[in-house]
């Protein structure tokens, strides 16, 4: 039996148009594909960014100027070593029930209506803002990083006070406990914690309570 001899294949001229018309469909598939991918791709890039904004604790419309500083009453200041800080303290009054702190900027807050140094109620509340709406740390930035045994100075003029850390807790943003007067004498950091993306808001607070050295050795 003889071998079948092959088909030759002819490349006549309509084969040619016809190999390059399914070229050029292939290639525009692919080339709309990756248009849809990359776009899909972007489109998950720009809504993830939407749903976790970058944090901001305050806005412009948060913050209010810092009084010019009045010269003729002695200047406060609060040394904490352990929270690398060291503020100048101005006032913090009371509006609408609350305590003003927009006006705070670098300065940590004395809450109105609150002790000081040898005054009655014997529980002085100072409030510091954890970070600016510029998003640059706050006078109270690394309270984070105190521990019991810390000390704490306030100066008014030439009289320092020295306190030591006792206590540091975590509580709710609505715990006005620690603003109460009476009881022994001590001295109350407060600032914020717990940054909620989807509230804008902070959810927590940080207490940092110190006792004058004198009482807080003579304590069981």
């Not at 806005?59 to 100048?88: E, H, K, N, Q």
């Not at 940054?195 to 902070?202: C, I, K, P, S, V």
Request: aromatic fraction near 8%; proline fraction near 7%; charge should be negative.
């Amino acid at each position: 039996m003889l071998p079948r001899k092959r088909r030759r294949i002819e490349f006549t001229r309509q084969t040619c148009f016809m190999l390059t018309v399914q070229l050029l469909v292939m290639l525009l598939v692919g080339w709309r594909l990756s248009v849809l991918i990359f776009a899909e791709s972007s489109s998950h890039t720009v809504s993830t960014s939407m749903i976790r904004p970058a944090p901001t604790a305050l806005s412009t419309r948060d913050v209010l100027p810092t009084p010019t500083p009045d010269f003729t009453i002695p200047a406060r200041l609060i040394t904490f070593p352990g929270a690398s800080m060291s503020a100048p303290i101005i006032p913090a009054g009371r509006v609408g029930g609350t305590w003003e702190t927009r006006h705070l900027g670098d300065s940590v807050g004395h809450l109105v209506g609150t002790s000081w140094l040898d005054g009655p109620g014997n529980n002085i509340v100072l409030a510091g803002h954890v970070e600016s709406y510029t998003g640059d740390p706050g006078p109270f930035a690394h309270l984070f990083e105190a521990h019991e045994g810390d000390l704490i100075i306030l100066r008014e003029g030439t009289t320092e006070s020295h306190y030591r850390v006792t206590a540091i807790k975590e509580v709710n943003p609505y715990d006005v406990s620690y603003v109460a007067q009476g009881g022994s004498s001590r001295l109350t950091l407060i600032t914020c914690m717990d940054w909620d993306f989807e509230q804008n808001t902070y959810l927590g607070r940080l207490v940092v309570i110190a006792e004058p050295i004198i009482a807080a050795a003579q304590s069981p």
